[in-house]
């Protein structure tokens, strides 16, 4: 049984920061790509940001290039995903997902976290 459970969620000011961090469960996670994806209200999810299993290969949406970055540390077993300058339509429930494989597609993804609620008020 894999489980991912995101932290770092929370209510923030425009122009703030955030910091989210998916810790993993899984115990083949230094084999795996890890993926941020966010779904706001009435909208479908759609992918933010992924990390390649040895943390050289990233990508990232163009509505977050430059300002979020995302990183791993494999002895934690953790991905991060370092959001600057936040925006009030950056608001979404924020879900990480691991992959056997570097992609963008979430139908790709086999596991997900729970999501963790990201507020940016205007």
């Known amino acids: 049984q894999v489980q991912l459970v995101e932290s770092g969620g929370g209510l923030v000011q425009a122009g703030g920061s955030l910091r989210l961090s998916c810790a993993a469960s899984?115990?083949?996670?230094?084999?795996?790509?890890m993926g941020w994806f966010r779904q706001a209200i009435g909208k479908e999810r759609e992918f933010v940001s992924a990390?390649?299993?040895?943390?050289?290969?990233?990508a990232y949406s163009d509505s977050v290039k430059g300002r979020f970055a995302i990183s791993r540390d494999n002895a934690k077993n953790t991905v991060y995903l370092q959001m600057n300058s936040l925006k009030p339509e950056d608001t979404a429930v924020y879900y990480c997902?691991?992959?056997?494989?570097?992609?963008?597609?979430?139908?790709?993804?086999?596991?997900w976290g729970q999501g963790t609620q990201v507020t940016v008020s205007s």
């Open positions: 990390i390649a299993w040895n943390g050289v290969n990233t």
């Open positions: 899984r115990r083949t996670f230094n084999n795996d790509a």
């Open positions: 997902a691991a992959s056997r494989i570097f992609t963008l597609t979430p139908g790709a993804y086999d596991y």
